[in-house]
């Protein structure tokens, strides 16, 4: 079981998202889950949410759609208020890797608010654009290797044609 510190906007919906996102964790993978602990708020209208999963391929991707759906819900919001997230392309961000052990999975305004995110941050954040844009793409996960410490994935961002993008590597990840 690994616990993972979602950064979410304070408001309805991102809590909305994670609460219906904890409560098929649970029914998907009953008895593997730990616990979700809400925590109060944090700097920029932010909170943070720890949610305690199985290392599963399928518990991170139901994490990955809820924190591209947050993202969605969060760049759609400061548009319509005139304050848009700028592209994951457009230089205000940079890949910067976790330490082993540690999970913050970023929305867009923990991401921006830092300028730096790892692989799911970003890829997340991408998805989200992409699909604000009308391309049905989604964040995924891929295998890259297994030692005595643990799994090791890395996330991407599916296109509708099968394509995968990694957006990661232009952000400074060395492949």
């Given at each position: 079981m690994i616990p993972i510190v979602f950064e979410v906007p304070a408001?309805?919906?991102?809590?909305?998202?994670?609460?219906?996102?904890?409560?098929?964790?649970?029914e998907s993978f009953p008895g593997e889950c730990g616990r979700m602990i809400e925590e109060s708020p944090v700097d920029g209208g932010l909170y943070r949410a720890t949610l305690e999963i199985p290392v599963r391929e399928g518990a991170y991707l139901l994490l990955l759609d809820a924190l591209t759906a947050i993202n969605v819900w969060t760049r759609e919001r400061a548009s319509i208020?005139?304050?848009?997230?700028?592209?994951?392309?457009?230089?205000?961000?940079?890949?910067?890797?976790?330490?082993?052990?540690f999970e913050i999975w970023a929305t867009t305004p923990a991401l921006y608010a830092r300028g730096v995110g790892d692989c799911e941050d970003i890829a997340a954040d991408r998805a989200a654009e992409l699909q604000l844009a009308g391309i049905p793409a989604r964040a995924v996960i891929r295998l890259e290797h297994r030692t005595a410490e643990g799994t090791?994935?890395?996330?991407?961002v599916k296109h509708p044609d099968g394509t995968l993008e990694d957006p990661c590597i232009a952000l400074g990840m060395r492949s």
């Open positions: 408001g309805p919906v991102p809590r909305e998202v994670l609460a219906d996102t904890w409560r098929w964790l649970r208020h005139g304050y848009p997230f700028p592209s994951v392309y457009d230089g205000a961000l940079t890949y910067e890797q976790e330490p082993p052990g090791f994935w890395h996330v991407l």
